[in-house]
């Protein structure tokens, strides 16, 4: 039984005008989500700026997100910390605030450090005292240490962790994560590049980029590949490629909040060090959305 099996999308997170976060914008932009099939979201992930966020400001995402949503939409919240002792604390105050689970990224500031045991010794201390389940999360192309297979495989069996995202394109990984898991172990793929390679894997979902901006293509697939219609989830794959390239690895955050933007959700301006994408991005991600139909498929009311 995956409980947190399906697709889900990180929430951009919006800011006003003064550079504060926008809990009014962010809240319509969930309303608008709750419209389309995605299993749930996701607060506080890289997406979402989370490094970026004070403390107040990471409980009220929390706080925003979780009045927005019904209990039977699933609601994952990043609480992942450099620290293990600031981890539980995060942990522990998202899940006061109703998160259904947390999702954990690997520390990284002493890369040479972060070992197998040492992970597993942070996960089982996270999750020993997690009031909710606790999903591991590896996103190496941000924090440049690798959650491995071994890690994984045994911080599996622990009774309060419950899956992974991962979001490398090493498929090989991805297959022994598969294998090395326990019964029941939620490996979600964290990649549009990967997605449709990780559910012939065998991947349990994904938490997407680009499920925020084109969600309906994304549950598509997904139910495609369930259901054995693999040439059908072959065919929208590959017309999701693009797409998901330009809000991910080619424009990153930047370009995912200007497509949110162009479909008419609260998307706005990154907060700085982060650039918002110039003109020339704008029209290119624009071109594709009207390829795919999307510029006016999502309601703006």
């Not at 959700?265 to 994408?277: E, H, I, K, S, T």
Request: proline share 6%; charged share 20%; hydrophobic share 45%.
């Amino acid at each position: 039984m995956h409980r947190f099996a399906g697709i889900y999308t990180p929430l951009a997170t919006p800011f006003a005008a003064d550079g504060s976060l926008d809990a009014r914008a962010l809240g319509r932009n969930v309303e608008k989500y709750l419209r389309s099939p995605l299993t749930g979201l996701v607060v506080l992930g890289s997406n979402g700026e989370a490094p970026q966020l004070e403390e107040h400001e990471a409980e009220l995402a929390i706080t925003t997100v979780r009045g927005a949503m019904p209990k039977n939409r699933p609601l994952l919240a990043g609480t992942g910390r450099e620290s293990t002792a600031a981890t539980i604390a995060a942990t522990e105050r998202a899940a006061a605030l109703g998160v259904d689970a947390v999702m954990v990224r690997t520390p990284s500031f002493y890369k040479g450090q972060m070992t197998t045991d040492a992970f597993v010794r942070h996960y089982t201390q996270v999750a020993d005292r997690s009031p909710v389940p606790v999903f591991l999360y590896n996103v190496t192309m941000y924090t440049g240490v690798n959650l491995l297979p071994e890690a994984v495989g045994i911080l599996s069996q622990h009774p309060n962790i419950v899956g992974i995202k991962e979001t490398n394109s090493d498929m090989v990984q991805f297959g022994e994560y598969l294998a090395r898991a326990a019964g029941g172990f939620t490996v979600l793929a964290g990649s549009g590049a990967t997605y449709f390679s990780s559910l012939m894997l065998g991947a349990h979902g994904a938490v997407l980029a680009v499920a925020g901006v084109a969600p309906d293509m994304c549950v598509q697939i997904f139910t495609a590949v369930r259901e054995g219609r693999i040439d059908d989830a072959r065919r929208m794959n590959r017309e999701l490629g693009p797409l998901s390239k330009l809000v991910g690895a080619t424009y990153g955050v930047p370009g995912l909040k200007a497509a949110l933007t162009l479909i008419g959700f609260d998307g706005g301006a990154p907060r700085p060090p982060l650039q918002p994408v110039g003109q020339q991005a704008v029209d290119v991600i624009r071109e594709q959305l009207k390829k795919m139909g999307l510029l006016e498929a999502i309601p703006t009311q």
